[in-house]
């Protein structure tokens, strides 16, 4: 169904997943440290990437960092690490998903399952909305005719506000509708992502509206009529 790279320097782990992965119908391909991922990302196309944290030669914070100049696939990062600040830093690198160690190998295929289907099943139109053009068919955005590089889930964020101009949603909401109900996170995800989304659209970021205690919307100021 879908090739997926499986980033983990412990062995015996590499194999659970990528048995619970080839149960699920996938390709795996493995690599044991951040340099050999890299390179796996370089010669065979990859659908998503499931990626630890801690390992030999490049972490996996710089894995994700570079992976994402690369690619918009979706990556799930694991660690034994249960700070929240490390899971802020990797979303803030465009990680997709989070799994703290121990976890359950069916529930990192659930979660691959339903990236993979959130990646493959995108809508048929063509959203405008100032500068911003989105081509959902090509999963592409362009900044005033410029194509811009968008995380998987900053593109799906931005997607789903341009879809519902002036329309309010709640940091909880946001959470629900684009991480999903399963997601092993904060609010702050939300914040996170909204600041990176900004910071790529420049002047145009200024359509994506913080609300105190209420949460975000996506709006473009009326033109004032000719008089």
């Not at 795996?28 to 991922?37: K, M």
Request: proline share 4%; glycine share 6%; charged share 25%.
């Amino acid at each position: 169904m879908a090739n997926i790279l499986i980033v983990e320097d412990e062995k015996k782990m590499q194999k659970i997943i990528a048995e619970y992965m080839q149960r699920g119908g996938h390709t795996c391909f493995t690599a044991d440290d951040g340099v050999d991922a890299l390179m796996e990302l370089k010669n065979n196309p990859m659908d998503l990437m499931i990626l630890d944290i801690m390992m030999p030669h490049l972490d996996g914070f710089s894995v994700c960092k570079m992976a994402r100049e690369m690619s918009s696939l979706p990556i799930i990062m694991l660690t034994a690490r249960e700070s929240e600040d490390d899971k802020l830093k990797g979303y803030d690198l465009g990680a997709d998903d989070y799994m703290t160690k121990p976890f359950s190998p069916k529930v990192l295929l659930a979660k691959a399952n339903a990236l993979l289907r959130r990646s493959s099943v995108l809508p048929a139109d063509t959203l405008n909305a100032g500068k911003i053009s989105i081509i959902s068919a090509s999963h592409k955005v362009f900044l005033d005719g410029r194509e811009i590089a968008l995380t998987y889930k900053e593109y799906e964020l931005l997607h789903f506000l341009m879809s519902n101009p002036g329309q309010i949603f709640s940091r909880e909401q946001l959470l629900n509708r684009i991480w999903g109900y399963d997601f092993e996170g904060t609010t702050r995800t939300v914040d996170t992502h909204i600041k990176t989304l900004r910071q790529k659209l420049g002047d145009e970021g200024r359509h994506i509206v913080t609300l105190i205690r209420s949460g975000y919307k996506f709006e473009i100021p009326q033109r004032e009529p000719w008089r």
